[in-house]
């Protein structure tokens, strides 16, 4: 009998993995058509195979066959996990189980979105997704994949890196398109909104901070306010010290720390000049990198104009800028010089 349970978990174990790599190939080929609809399909059954051996293996009392001897539903995996391991540690299981779900129903309803531009999205959920499951393979059965298989992908050609705050928020271009496309954006904004409020960190889709080089873990938190901007809030944050990011008396306030607001808006001139200088070839603090940082100014996602009193337009103020602006400075510093 112990046998035969060993020989159920390896093979799902076996078919599982082998569903994985299906994925992460099929997404990573240079050409291929249905990528998507073809990768949350394989990736999906990845996890469900993964499910369906944790429970194998550790919740004795639950099992993964149904009554008609079929084995059990995606749904009803995650809700036996869930359920076993948030006793045991709780809330560690909401946002993995939150980007399956996502992903889940982007590929029960890819009909509906043939026509929509959703590959952004979709590579952020399933990024995390990928990252998830090789870190739940190593937790619980202490298996390395990416050691085991050594998996190795040459990264040429990625179109990186992008911000998941230019597409999850009501002003990107996919929001402007269908119903279909509109509720998918609202529901992956909504469910880090959920999370956030339960206390949970982790996010459902992962974001890129320095270009091919390195994954930049995304709390909630610090999503949720570049998401809404300073023009728009959607949430609140409240701490002791808060700053008022909006001048617009009609628009919802953020309440932000200084720690808060210094995790997204890091740099000042001093700081942003002396980059400049290591590493801008031939930089000269002069006309045209002025002009660039007026350019940089009047993007929100680059720099805001930090009052000494909000409520007051006419107090002392100094710009701050974020990690985005580094990159634009320097694009846009290049692109003026080339003209």
């Known amino acids: 009998m112990a046998r035969k349970r060993k020989m ?8 599982s993995t082998a569903a994985y790599f299906a994925a992460i190939e099929i997404h990573n080929k240079p050409h291929v058509f249905y990528r998507y609809e073809t990768a949350t399909l394989l990736i999906m ?13 550790f919740i004795k009392n639950r099992s993964i066959y149904d009554k008609d001897g079929h084995t059990i539903s995606l749904d009803k995996a995650l809700d ?12 560690c299981f909401f946002a993995i189980r939150a980007n399956i779900q996502q992903i889940k129903e982007y590929r029960d309803k890819i009909v509906h979105y043939y026509n929509e531009q959703l590959t952004p999205y979709i590579f952020m959920l399933i990024a995390r997704c990928a990252l998830n499951y090789v870190e739940f393979m190593r937790e619980y059965f202490s298996k390395d994949i990416v050691a085991d298989e050594e998996l190795f ?12 705050e230019d597409f999850l928020s009501r002003k990107a271009p996919a929001y402007t398109s269908s119903v279909e496309a509109r509720n998918f954006i609202d529901k992956m904004i909504s469910i ?9 960190s982790d996010s459902i889709v992962l974001g890129f901070n320095i270009y091919l080089e390195s994954v930049k873990k995304i709390e909630n938190s610090d999503l949720l306010v570049a998401l809404t901007g300073v023009e728009e809030a959607d949430t609140k944050f409240a701490k002791i010290t808060n700053v008022h990011l909006t001048d617009d008396p009609s628009a919802q306030i953020v309440h932000m720390s ?3 607001f210094r995790n997204i808006w890091k740099y000042d001139y001093d700081y942003i000049v002396n980059w400049c200088k290591e590493n801008i070839s ?6 045209l990198f002025n002009g660039v940082m007026r350019k940089i100014k009047e993007d929100v996602r680059c720099a805001y104009k930090r009052r000494l009193d909000s409520r007051n337009p006419k107090s002392a103020s100094k710009d701050f800028y974020t990690e985005y602006a580094l990159e634009q400075i320097k694009s846009k510093y290049y692109e003026e010089q080339g003209e």
């Open 8 to 15: 159920v978990q390896y093979n799902l174990l076996k078919n």
């Open 45 to 57: 059954n990845a996890w469900e195979l993964l499910l369906k051996a944790f429970i194998w293996k």
């Open 80 to 91: 036996y996990v869930s359920e076993h391991l948030n006793i045991q540690k709780p809330k």
């Open 258 to 260: 200084d720690e808060q």
């Open 153 to 164: 992908i040459m990264p040429l050609g990625f179109k990186l890196p992008f911000k998941p």
């Open 192 to 200: 880090t909104t959920e999370l956030e409020n339960q206390g949970v």
């Open 282 to 287: 031939g930089f000269k603090q002069g006309n």
